[in-house]
Nanobody, 130 residues
Framework: SIHLVESGGGSVEAGGSLRLSCAAS????????MGWFRQAPGKEREGVAS???????SYADSVKGRFTISKDNAKNTLYLQMNNLKPEDSAMYYC????????????????????????WGQGTQVTVSS
């Protein structure tokens, strides 16, 4: 079965950076559409970044120019480099993956937040202080 484990979360001051990692097992990362979404207390899940089978990426408008998603297929690992972090970026960040359908990166931003559509990891907390 597909298993995703996130790491790299933590607490930083506004303007700081963090790099999240997602170690995938149970399938080959190069055969899955993958991405990151986040959820803050009292808010809905928000697709943050995605990467499709062709390596095309898509980002939420709120993180464009600050976050970069990448994938190392040899290590079966997904990354999210987050720069110039803002307090509103504080949330639990989840890794998501789907190897059953070749979603485009744009489609994946929404699909990954729907229960049952993608496999999810357990999440890693990101807290940004002002």
């Amino acid at each position: 079965s597909i298993h995703l484990v996130e790491s790299g979360g933590g607490s930083v001051e506004a303007g700081g950076s963090l790099r999240l990692s997602c170690a995938a097992s149970g399938y080959d990362a190069d055969s899955a559409v993958m991405g990151w979404f986040r959820q803050a207390p009292g808010k809905e899940r928000e697709g943050v970044a995605s990467i499709d089978l062709d390596g095309i990426t898509s980002y939420a408008d709120s993180v464009k120019g600050r976050f970069t998603i990448s994938k190392d297929n040899a290590k079966n690992t997904l990354y999210l480099q987050m720069n110039n972090l803002k307090p509103e970026d504080s949330a639990m960040y989840y890794c998501a993956a789907d190897s059953a359908f070749p979603w485009t990166a744009v489609q994946a931003l929404t699909k990954m937040t729907i229960i049952g559509e993608f496999y999810w990891g357990q999440g890693t907390q990101v807290t940004v202080s002002s």
